[in-house]
């Protein structure tokens, strides 16, 4: 005998009704139509029987369920209203009781319920487990009511309701996984949203556009304090391919303690916004690589999330600085480099002021003189450490710095010609040609 059950889900059927469906809830897979046997046997006839008495009770099984619901499951009165609850409980009991009397007229409006009851209670975050309880409670209940009802009724013929055990167990099984669908694709749509609300927020934060009315809204919603120690990097990849593959491997780096590191990606680059707590940010540089060779800029601490937007820009200029890979940039400690990069067109005027004449000079001379100026002046003026670090005498760097002189019109002994130098490297490095 065919258990008067749902089949399981295949090809859609087509019908020239549309079916009714809340908004908002996403679309419930497909099922085959039920086929009916073509003998109306007499466990059938029994089952519509008394079927068609607990649909007449439809309200006392839907109390008694209710009341079960509550005491046994918790997560239910803390997550919806008792009124609720009745209503759909007795939705629910009302369109699986009709689906015994007639299957192939319900079966349709039988899981479009259940499909919205899953997505329902998952956009309310009730927990999946508590909600499959419930479900399979009211099928034991039903169960539970039909042979009562037959046993009182019809007691000769009450073992005949055996037959149709397997296919209301069945109908179950099934609606239970229509169920766990539709809660696992409104949750995960509910996650999805909530990343992009959340992406969302970050970037309003970093772009200095939230509104301060909504600053308690999105620290709450992203779990930060509005008062708080807050940095953000900016980072950015290596400039050239990776010599090895590992060196494009992410680098996995535990923060400090009390850190927390928020990391977006968004079409202007990416960042990572930084609680710091009592942190240094030189401390959290080494956790912001996204990969070997990464450059990072990190910018001036601030005391609010309001101020966010201001340590996003900082952080941009500092990134800026980064002159290798695998470079990090603290601002405040690239001040003057800083001011450079920040204003191009007064950086290029530099460039031309004290690197002029050494630009003109042939592509060797050129890069023999400026990587002279430069090491020599890592090298705190120190010919010979910097002969060292050249591989050359100490004489032949002093020989170059007069060659520069005399190039220039410059005196490496004038501390302001020293500063404009020092600038005009960095600046000659830095913004484009």
Not at 99 to 109: H, I, K, Q, R
Not at 197 to 205: D, G, P, S, T
Not at 254 to 265: A, F, L, Q, Y
Not at 361 to 369: K, P, T
Request: proline content about 8%.
């Amino acid at each position: 005998m065919r258990p008067p059950a749902l089949a399981p889900p295949a090809a859609a059927p087509t019908g020239p009704a549309p079916k009714p469906r809340l908004r908002g809830l996403p679309e419930e897979p497909p099922a085959r139509r039920p086929v009916r046997s073509r003998a109306d046997t007499a466990s059938e006839q029994l089952l519509r029987r008394t079927a068609g008495h607990l649909l007449q009770d439809v309200d006392g099984l839907a109390r008694e369920l209710v009341a079960q619901i509550s005491a046994r499951e918790p997560a239910y009165p803390a997550t919806i209203g008792p009124e609720e609850l009745r209503l759909e409980v007795r939705t629910s009991l009302e369109s699986s009781v009709r689906t015994l009397l007639d299957p192939p007229g319900t079966w349709e409006a039988a899981r479009l319920c259940s499909w919205q009851i899953g997505a329902r209670r998952a956009q309310r975050e009730l927990p999946l487990d508590a909600l499959l309880h419930a479900f399979r409670l009211g099928g034991a209940l039903v169960w539970r009511r039909l042979v009562e009802t037959a046993t009182r009724r019809e007691p000769d013929h009450a073992h005949l309701l055996l037959h149709s055990a397997a296919g209301i167990w069945s109908f179950v099984d099934e609606h239970s996984d229509l169920i766990t669908q539709a809660y696992r694709l409104v949750e995960s749509q509910t996650a999805r949203e909530h990343r992009e609300r959340a992406r969302a927020m970050v970037q309003a934060l970093l772009d200095g556009t939230t509104r301060i009315t909504d600053l308690p809204t999105v620290a709450a919603a992203l779990d930060l304090p509005e008062r708080g120690r807050y940095a953000v990097a900016a980072l950015a990849g290596p400039v050239g391919p990776p010599r090895h593959p590992a060196e494009a491997a992410p680098v996995l780096a535990e923060p400090p303690p009390g850190v927390r590191i928020v990391r977006h990606r968004g079409t202007d680059g990416e960042h990572a916004l930084v609680l710091l707590g009592d942190a240094d940010p030189a401390e959290v540089a080494a956790c912001l690589g996204h990969h070997r060779g990464a450059r990072v800029g990190i910018g001036t601490v601030v005391e609010e999330l309001a101020e966010i937007g201001a340590a996003r820009r900082s952080a941009d200029i500092a990134l800026r600085t980064c002159t290798a890979d695998g470079d990090v940039a603290l601002l405040h400690e690239r001040l003057p480099t800083a001011l450079v990069v920040s204003l191009p067109d007064f950086g290029t005027a530099l460039v031309d002021r004290a690197l002029g004449a050494v630009l003109e000079l042939d592509v060797q001379d050129r890069e023999s003189m400026l990587s002279t100026l430069d090491v020599w002046l890592d090298s705190a003026g120190s010919a010979q450490r910097a002969g060292t670090r050249l591989f050359c005498h100490r004489n032949t760097v002093l020989n170059r710095l007069r060659r520069y002189e005399q190039l220039s019109g410059r005196s490496l002994n004038h501390p302001r010609h020293l500063v404009e130098l020092s600038l005009a490297l960095d600046a000659y490095r830095l913004l484009p040609s």
